[in-house]
């Protein structure tokens, strides 16, 4: 946990000119006071400044080639608790992923901002992942509460143990009413070529079919929802067809299916917009009744002005932190993803 002092003095220049400027994106259609926001954003490599001999942190230091510090530390911060407080200044997130944090300690400092302070509190357990990076869940613990965590590690296929993220299960209680069951991700990369990478991916969707497989044999009105960084597309095999979340029709819909016939995306590539950020829920929770429901017009990307970087011929992109080693002092190279549940 960072002190307000130090936090002050070392971003003071940047920091006050963006909380004289709130950005505060519009209401959602329809939007009325019994509803709630939940999301998840990929933070693109928050890591402390501290040297970790059990993590491979090397280019996150004082001495690295990125020449990682505590003025950039303290700026990334802020510049992503201000993303999660723009989602919706009066109803922040009340349940929201993180990926691509390296402990439970940043994401304290992330909490511990000025945007965020004394609204939210963590879920987290340290992962296998090689790079030293896992997922993690904030919560309003005065609208949210847990009843069941839980963390699904796998191994992934020619590998000796267990080497990527944990999917993490939270399962709880929205005003003491609703019950909820979460699941956020972050997916193999595509590192290697997408074909290459492609059973890693494979292998993550069916450890999460079968646990939603088990929670539908349950209750097959159970209320799922899945998101996070997927490394895929809508359409790819792991998403479309082992997962088997769909357009519109079956137990599981991918509402980031208008956004991609849209062109549009979380993760800029080479030129093209695509979509590796999904919110995906259970057909229950599309259904009118008298708990929570959502439809396809309540999942948005949080794309505001400041968030996107424009190069000299007019292109727009996530305005991201760092291109290699070089240090761009953006926020992300994904945008934020959200969901509006209502009464």
Partial sequence: MFSKNILLIVVVSSVLLSFNAIEKRELLPGKKSKSFIVGFYNVENLFDTIDDPHKNDNQFLPDSKKKWNSER??????????????????????????????????VEDLIHTDYLK?????????????????????????????????WIRFQLPNKERPSTRDIVYVQGLIMKKDTLNFFFCHWPSRYGGEEKSRPYRAKAAKMLKAKLDSLRKINPDTKILVMGDLNDHPDNEAVQNILEAKKDKGNLINLMWPIKEKNEGTHFYKGHWGVLDHIIVSASLLKKNKGLSTKHEYVGIHKPDFLLYTNKKGVKSPSRTYGGNNYYGGFSDHLAIYLELKK
């Fill in 118 to 150: 004394d609204k939210y509190e963590i879920i987290h357990k340290e992962s296998p992942d090689g790079r030293g990076i896992d997922v993690a869940v904030i919560f309003q613990p005065k609208k949210f509460k847990v009843l069941h965590k839980e």
């Fill in 73 to 106: 530390y303290y700026k990334k911060l802020n510049d992503l608790s201000r993303v999660i407080y723009t989602i919706d200044s009066t109803n922040l997130p009340v349940v929201f992923g993180l990926s691509e944090v390296e402990n439970k300690a940043v």
